[in-house]
């Protein structure tokens, strides 16, 4: 158990649907990441957060957006969804810096019908 | 922009046999680079990390190497086991103002009984 927790462990919803993941992070931990991954696909790096402050952006779509709040809790806000939006959704933590160990929670598996 | 290449993306080992997976990455300023093993369905987990300040770094059948001249690491994993099997990411980030962690886009480990 890495200490990050992340809910639903699952979510089965319909396309044009908006859905919101949580994430909270380990205990003293000021980073929250945000990563998808499609079937039998690497990590995609979405965006990060540093004590309540978005930090980085990647491969992040327009229709997602993210926002960490005073408790470090993060929540992924995915709308308009589409079938390729199918995939797990990771949250990883860490101490604040991008050289700090990151550690991943359980995932939420997200399936858009 | 940054990049992290990871070679092979499939690798199949007799188990006793030793494994190894190379990355090359883009960006010099980059001095942070951990391991991830993550199994079917589950959380990549860090398996090992090393910094910039040094070469080589083991822990049991497992060992990184570091080239920062040639911008490249290596994954060496020993006396393989079946636990072994498993995909492997390796990532690479820095403290630049720009620095953002980047993953390697995996290798599927399998290790033949």
């Known amino acids: 158990d890495s200490g990050v927790t992340q809910t639903p462990k699952h979510l089965i919803t319909a396309t044009g649907q908006r859905v919101t993941l949580r994430c909270s992070p380990r205990?003293?931990?000021?980073?929250v990441y945000w990563y998808q991954q499609s079937l039998d696909q690497g990590l995609q790096f979405l965006i990060q957060?540093?004590?309540?402050?978005?930090?980085a952006k990647g491969n992040i779509l327009e229709r997602f957006s993210a926002q960490q709040f005073p408790d470090l809790h993060s929540e992924l806000n995915l709308s308009s969804l589409e079938l390729g939006d199918s995939a797990l959704y990771f949250c990883?933590?860490?101490?604040?810096?991008?050289?700090?160990?990151?550690?991943f929670g359980p995932g939420t598996r997200l399936t858009v019908l | 922009g940054e990049n992290v290449e990871q070679h092979p993306s499939t690798l199949s080992v007799q188990e006793g046999d030793s494994a190894v997976i190379k990355c090359t990455y883009s960006d010099s300023a980059s001095n942070y680079f951990p391991w991830y093993k993550q199994e079917l369905g589950k959380r990549p987990q860090l398996i090992i990390d090393i910094r910039s300040n040094v070469g080589e770094k083991k822990d049991q059948r497992i060992a990184v190497t570091l080239n920062k001249t040639a911008k490249h690491f290596s994954l060496h994993i020993t006396e393989t086991q079946p636990e072994d099997s498993a995909v492997y990411f390796c990532?690479?980030?820095?403290?630049?103002?720009?620095?953002?962690?980047?993953f390697g886009s995996g290798t599927r480990l399998s290790i033949r009984p």
């Open positions: 990532a690479a980030s820095s403290t630049s103002s720009a620095s953002k962690i980047i």
């Open positions: 990883a933590s860490s101490g604040g810096t991008e050289t700090d160990t990151q550690y």
């Open positions: 205990s003293g931990d000021l980073s």
């Open positions: 957060y540093y004590n309540g402050e978005e930090r």
